[in-house]
């Protein structure tokens, strides 16, 4: 009995790793045709240039080398520049490096990174750190789409690695109208996107994003394509791009 009880669990088990298996098959066949879809290959060795919220961006990718620039001026005048890159942060005041707390050189990094990944969105989905799941097809606003979950691996992760996104990618066209994510740090929250806006600047699909919370507070993101359909949802804020470049 003992002998045979343990076969069901490996039957089981190998079925659940099959399905398993076919399931992150097919999320990365979404992804992959996704990112090509919007342009992808080009942003492998770019240039993406915007302005966001009163802040100037400026994201140089040569294949998996990065660096990430943001370019503002403070009240008093002070011009800073943030330097975001694989070999780590630094600050310009007025043209001169400024001494930053390892604290503040890992917020500032994190802020700039946040910004380049959902400008840059699906394009970043392919990282090494990234760990896709097929969840099923979903139907949102009358439209058929491809539901994925994305989480990350702690290694390369990041420091946001234990936050939790799902996607949704139209069934035929391929295109990212729809994102949720399950934030950790800074209190946490969980928030809704749907994508307008859209424009081909040189090449590549860029858009804007109505930023959108639940009324309940919920944070299961899996769940918020329903919450949409039935108005379960509600605007604060607009996530905007203006003046983009792409070489």
Do not use: C
């Not at 990944?117 to 606003?141: Q, R, W």
């Not at 039935?230 to 604060?236: H, N, S």
């Amino acid at each position: 009995m003992k002998h045979k009880s343990l076969l069901i669990l490996m039957l089981l088990f190998s079925f659940w790793q099959k399905n398993q298996a076919q399931s992150d098959a097919k999320a990365q066949e979404v992804v992959n045709k996704a990112i090509e879809m919007m342009g992808g290959k080009k942003l492998q060795k770019s240039k993406v240039a915007f302005t966001f919220r009163d802040r100037d961006y400026l994201l140089i990718r040569n294949k998996g080398q990065f660096q990430y620039e943001r370019i503002f001026a403070e009240k008093d005048g002070r011009k800073i520049r943030d330097v975001y890159s694989n070999k780590g942060f630094y600050r310009e005041t007025n043209g001169a490096k400024d001494t930053v707390s390892a604290e503040r050189a890992s917020a500032f990094s994190n802020s700039i990174n946040s910004v380049a990944y959902f400008a840059l969105l699906p394009f970043n989905l392919n990282d090494a750190a990234v760990i896709k799941k097929y969840l099923g097809e979903a139907t949102i606003d009358g439209q058929v789409y491809h539901k994925i979950k994305v989480s990350f691996k702690a290694e390369g992760g990041g420091k946001d690695h234990e936050d939790e996104y799902v996607y949704w990618f139209h069934q035929t066209q391929y295109t990212l109208d729809y994102l949720a994510y399950n934030y950790i740090v800074d209190g946490g929250g969980a928030r809704f996107r749907k994508a307008f806006n859209p424009r081909i600047v040189n090449g590549v699909r860029i858009v804007d994003y109505i930023n959108m919370k639940p009324l309940n507070e919920s944070r299961a993101v899996e769940t918020f394509d329903e919450m949409f359909n039935k108005q379960g949802l509600t605007e604060i804020s607009r996530v905007e791009l203006v003046n983009v470049k792409v070489e």
